[in-house]
């Protein structure tokens, strides 16, 4: 997984958003808003991913595949939806199995956006809380694993006064410091 600052260039979302020259971010920064990745080769996940699933007590899980033949007439809706600014009140994790895409999280407290570019056998794990928003890259496709600690809480809150103030947006702050 390759993590820069996003450019902020207007243009096709699913362009890199890269700056030239790129301006990377480092590991420290991403353990500073709590973004953890590891990675886990595709061949074999299943034990590991049952492992940490186990170790950090999610419960649930499900593969979500997209693409418009996967999705057919609500492609165009989710990958609009996906790139609303949101956040989620649970932690969630996402292990990539096939394609790739930019997960973009915001950085503290600068507001920066993070473009975290993943590839098969990335595993992110999103904190609750934690502005963020997802797109396709240029191939258009991706399967993803995801996991949730409890009850998948599909709903995302996108960003407002209202998430400004949300419990969970206030413990990731707190747990930031
Ligand atoms: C999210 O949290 O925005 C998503 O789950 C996007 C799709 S996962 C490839
Ligand atoms: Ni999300």
Known sequence: MRAYYYDNLLGDQRLPHDYVPSRPVSDETLHSINVKYWQIPVEGHEPKINDIAKERNYKNRDTINVSKAAMGEIYEDKIKTFFEEHMHEDEEIRYI???????????TPTDAWVRLAVEPGDLLVVP???YHRFTLDQKNYIKALRLFQDEPKWVPHNRGEATDANPYRLAYLKTIG
């Open 97 to 107: 199995l096939d394609g790739s895409g930019f997960f973009d999280v915001r950085e």
């Open 128 to 130: 609750a809380g934690i």
